[in-house]
């Protein structure tokens, strides 16, 4: 049990931030399903952004290893735009 100021605060601390981990992945895993799904080849090229940005964006808060980031958005560049 947590006794100590210090071990008080990493325990509020990082509850804040694993719901807030728990939000970004969830959106990234949404976007990744928006792109394969999408059968528009606009929208899905927009949809395709979008999540390469999160993607980005996970990596860098090292949500997700940089390496599988690298790996997601060249499995969703090789999908052919109309399928």
Same mark, same amino acid.
């Given at each position: =049990? +947590?006794?100590?100021?210090?071990?008080?605060?990493?325990? *509020?601390? $990082?509850?804040? &931030?694993?719901?807030?981990?728990?939000? *970004?992945?969830?959106?990234?895993?949404?976007?990744?399903?928006?792109?394969?799904?999408? @059968? $528009?080849? @606009?929208?899905?090229? @927009?949809?395709? *952004? &979008?999540?390469?940005?999160?993607? $980005?964006?996970? +990596?860098? &808060?090292?949500?997700?290893?940089?390496?599988? +980031? $690298?790996?997601? &958005?060249?499995?969703? =560049? @090789?999908?052919?735009?109309?399928?």
């Amino acid at each position: =049990m +947590a006794r100590s100021r210090q071990s008080l605060k990493r325990r *509020r601390t $990082d509850k804040v &931030k694993a719901h807030r981990n728990r939000a *970004r992945m969830r959106a990234l895993r949404t976007a990744i399903r928006n792109v394969t799904s999408t @059968e $528009d080849p @606009e929208k899905r090229t @927009e949809s395709l *952004r &979008k999540a390469q940005s999160l993607i $980005d964006r996970a +990596a860098r &808060k090292r949500l997700i290893h940089p390496n599988k +980031a $690298d790996r997601l &958005k060249s499995s969703l =560049m @090789e999908q052919p735009l109309e399928q």
